[in-house]
């Protein structure tokens, strides 16, 4: 089992920026792909952005290109991501998520970010 737990998550204006993080303990051996997902009032859960353990390669919604950037520190086991020029259409509560490579899907319990206009 992997536990995984953000931090970070509050309110920004318009405009502004915010970091989340996300620590994983457990079996964080087995973790290939740590990533971040999303899911707003009355929406479906999307992915926001991810990135590989092996070759830190990184993948992002297009909706958050340019302003959002996933980055991983495997000796901490942790994720970060920093999102810049925060708009309100970004509020929603963020997951962090780990797949294992056995394709074993953890999640976190989700942070709450609300960008107010």
Known sequence: QVQLV????G?????????LSCAA???VFSIDTMGWYRQALGKQRELVAAIT???RS????DSVKGRFTISRDNAKNTVYLQMNSLKPEDTAVYYCNARSYYAMDY???GTLVTVSS
């Open 107 to 109: 999640w976190g319990k």
């Open 58 to 61: 990184t993948n992002y919604t």
């Open 6 to 9: 953000e931090s970070g998550g």
């Open 53 to 55: 353990s092996s070759d």
């Open 25 to 27: 303990s457990g079996r």
């Open 11 to 19: 309110l920004v204006q318009a405009g502004g920026s915010l970091a």
